[in-house]
């Protein structure tokens, strides 16, 4: 039986309407097995792409394994013209 530890994740910009129901600014807690990465929770997560993600604060890259507690935060990336 895999361990399971809670992380918790924040979404902003247009990754935020894929949870509607989470509010501006809060964190959601999600179950993840021990010793994911940041792609394993995108993909678990179901968020198609990232532009930068931070752990705990400081920015890091997909293949991060995480920790029990973590806070997450994804940004999309920006289109514009």
Known sequence: MKNIMIVFVKLFAGLKDLYPALAIGDAMAVDIPEKATVEQLAR??????????????????????????????????VGGG
């Open 44 to 77: 678990q997560m179901k968020i198609p792409s990232f532009k930068l993600v931070f752990v705990n604060g400081i920015t890091q890259n997909s293949d991060t394994i995480l920790s029990d507690k973590d806070e997450i935060a994804f940004v999309p990336p």
